[in-house]
């Protein structure tokens, strides 16, 4: 399962680009105890030094649903602004989004189709009377490259599967970015109220509590076996 996940601070001003580099931290951090592979597919950096205002990232791997349920939506920091320390407010807001509906893109080299022909230009009998041109053609998208960078076959075919991925992930990464460039707009004013999560402090406290008992379960879990090879 993939899910493309986009954390943004919205129009919000400094303090909330830094509170979504904070909060793109600790959910990595949790991505990563929860077994999910992820890629930072893009980031916009924040006006100054170590902020951010938005990140986005694809997951990979099992129980994404259940794990972004602790997330998906307005996530607020409290505390008082270190950049501005006379100012009164003390509750900030972002959001984190998902993007959805985007078509997923696995290259995949079984889904290539070659074709080889002669060479063009100059280059003496080999380019003249042997095929050791390739042209790729990756079905799923259609699109192709052509290679007669050496006189060999299998390297150019080599080269051709290089480069064809290299086309194909880069449009996929232009269609990311026209996706979040809409996104974004939609979500220009982060909805205040009723985060899913909330933290506090410049340490970056969090006051979220997993309900769904897991760490426990696993403790008890644990307990129980050693008192099993007690008890043996």
């Known amino acids: 399962m993939e899910k493309l996940i986009q954390i943004t601070s919205g129009r919000g001003p400094l303090e909330c680009q830094w509170v979504v580099s904070k909060v793109l931290k600790t959910f990595l951090e949790e991505v990563k105890e929860n077994n999910i592979d992820y890629e930072i597919i893009h980031r916009e950096n924040g006006d100054v030094n170590m902020t951010v205002k938005s990140a986005t990232v694809l997951l990979k791997g099992k129980n994404i649903k259940e794990f972004l349920k602790t997330w998906l939506g307005s996530i607020c920091w409290e505390g008082k602004s270190t950049f501005r320390k006379l100012h009164k407010r003390s509750k900030w807001f972002i959001g984190i989004f998902e ?42 998208t259609n699109e192709s490259v052509f290679v007669q960078d050496t006189r060999s076959q299998l390297n150019n075919k080599k080269l051709s599967i290089i480069r064809l991925k290299e086309k194909v992930m880069e449009n996929y990464k232009d269609q990311l970015e026209n996706r979040m ?52």
Do not use: C, M
């Open 99 to 140: 993007l959805e509906n985007l078509e997923t893109v696995n290259f995949n080299e079984k889904d290539i189709r070659f074709q080889t022909t002669r060479s063009q230009g100059s280059g003496g009998q080999n380019v003249n009377k042997v095929s050791t041109a390739v042209r790729a053609t990756h079905i799923p």
């Open 181 to 232: 460039k809409e996104t974004w707009n939609q979500h220009l004013q982060v909805e205040r109220g009723n985060p899913v999560r909330t933290f506090s402090g410049t340490d970056f406290k969090s006051n979220y509590q997993d309900k769904s008992y897991k760490k426990q379960r696993n403790s008890l879990k644990h307990k129980l076996k050693n008192y099993s090879n007690d008890l043996n």
